[in-house]
């Protein structure tokens, strides 16, 4: 097995427990999130752009939004290494997790969305 394989496999490793972790983070984030809050904590910051409350969406909602957060920590993660000197090593080891990141969130809009023109732009995006 060669040296890049060996790095990218430790590193898919560490990154998968970190995943994990995430994963229950979110759960648990999502569980509090149901709980009652003030009015105070109910403001929104109109200068970025509305996400959908936790607390109205539904559960195929949530989950979509935990798969996809999810989805984009893991991307994250394996994205950020520090450059090498070698920009072809470079750009694979940034590149392969993106990629894994689009198909990622694109899985989780064929479990979840209901638009068959985006689920057909998902099934084209792991097709690829």
């Given at each position: 097995m060669s040296?890049?394989?060996?790095?990218?496999?430790?590193?898919?490793t560490l990154?998968?427990?970190?995943?994990?972790?995430?994963?229950?983070t979110l759960?648990?984030?999502a569980a509090i999130v149901r709980m009652p809050t003030s009015p105070v904590a109910l403001a929104q910051d109109q200068?970025?752009?509305h996400r959908v409350d936790p607390v109205m969406a539904s559960?195929?909602?949530?989950?979509f939004i935990i798969d996809s957060e999810l989805?984009?920590?893991?991307?994250?993660?394996?994205?950020?290494?520090?450059?090498?000197?070698?920009?072809?090593?470079?750009f694979v080891v940034m590149m392969v997790p993106h990629a894994q990141g689009a198909i990622d969130v694109a899985r989780a809009e064929l479990k979840y969305g209901h638009s068959e023109y985006l689920r057909r732009i998902?099934?084209?995006?792991?097709?690829?």
């Open positions: 040296v890049d394989m060996r790095f990218i496999r430790s590193r898919a990154v998968d427990c970190a995943v994990r972790a995430i994963r229950k759960i648990a984030l200068t970025t752009p559960s195929d909602e949530q989950e989805a984009v920590s893991k991307m994250s993660l394996e994205m950020s290494a520090d450059p090498t000197g070698d920009v072809d090593r470079d998902a099934q084209g995006i792991i097709a690829d």
